[in-house]
């Protein structure tokens, strides 16, 4: 129940195009849903969050779509550059503690 | 640069030896979290304090793991016995319980090899 799954584990994209990644959730009381970016060989930063009593929020070129009775919520990535190459984790908090799904290694090519 | 800070970077142990990280968080934050993260998956919760106090423990963190935030500021977590299985990416992450929330910041992490 504190599982949250991600998908899809890798992405190649050409540059310009939307990148959509896709998490799934169970645990009801999870109240917080972050997308983190990170580079080899550093920590993952927060990009965007959401919380359940919205359905969308964008930020930049960044979009997070939530939907809450699917307990489903996507990143997507508008006019990917290859500077977005990354890998992304979706998380899951509650009570401030988060959980992390597995990851999606994004490529974008030029 | 005021974010989180972790040392050292890199640690190679043998087998059985004992280690010890450190981690500094951002100087107004009251949590601190710990998490471990191992090659192509998310990271995983270890534990975490607010200010002092160690508020939760995950079942990953065996008796050979230890960590302590003495005064509220600074943390260590201490690996005893190292074991092959012990070599991950160690993170510290922390936050502003009333102000960043479930924000968490995280460092550059502790990479541990165990041989």
């Known amino acids: 129940q504190q599982q949250v799954k991600q998908s899809p584990q890798s992405l190649i994209v050409q540059k310009g195009g939307i990148p959509i990644i896709n998490c799934a959730y169970e645990n009801t009381a999870f109240d917080y849903f972050p997308w983190y970016q990170q580079f080899p060989g550093k920590g993952p930063a927060l990009l965007i969050a959401?919380?359940?009593?919205?359905s969308e929020k964008k930020e930049g070129r960044f979009t997070i779509s939530f939907n809450k009775s699917a307990k489903q919520f996507s990143l997507h990535i508008m006019d990917s550059q290859p500077g977005d190459s990354a890998t992304y984790f979706c998380?899951?908090?509650?009570?401030?503690?988060?959980?992390f799904g597995q990851g999606t290694e994004l490529s974008v090519k030029p | 640069d005021t974010g989180v800070s972790q040392d050292p970077r890199h640690k190679i142990t043998k087998r059985g030896q004992n280690v010890t990280f450190r981690c500094d968080p951002i100087?107004?934050?009251?949590?601190l979290y710990w998490y471990r993260q191992t090659l192509g998956q998310g990271p995983e919760f270890l534990t975490y304090?607010?200010?002092?106090?160690?508020?939760?423990k995950s079942r990953l963190l065996s008796d050979r793991f230890s960590a302590e935030r003495p005064k509220g500021s600074f943390s260590t977590l201490e690996i005893q016995r190292t074991e092959q299985g012990d070599s991950a990416m160690y993170l510290c992450?922390?936050?502003?319980?009333?102000?960043?929330?479930?924000?968490?910041?995280f460092g550059s992490g502790t990479q541990l090899s165990v041989l």
């Open positions: 100087s107004e934050h009251n949590r």
């Open positions: 998380a899951a908090a509650s009570l401030g503690k988060l959980i």
């Open positions: 304090f607010q200010n002092e106090a160690q508020l939760e």
């Open positions: 959401i919380r359940p009593d919205v």
């Open positions: 992450a922390s936050s502003l319980v009333g102000g960043t929330g479930e924000k968490l910041f």
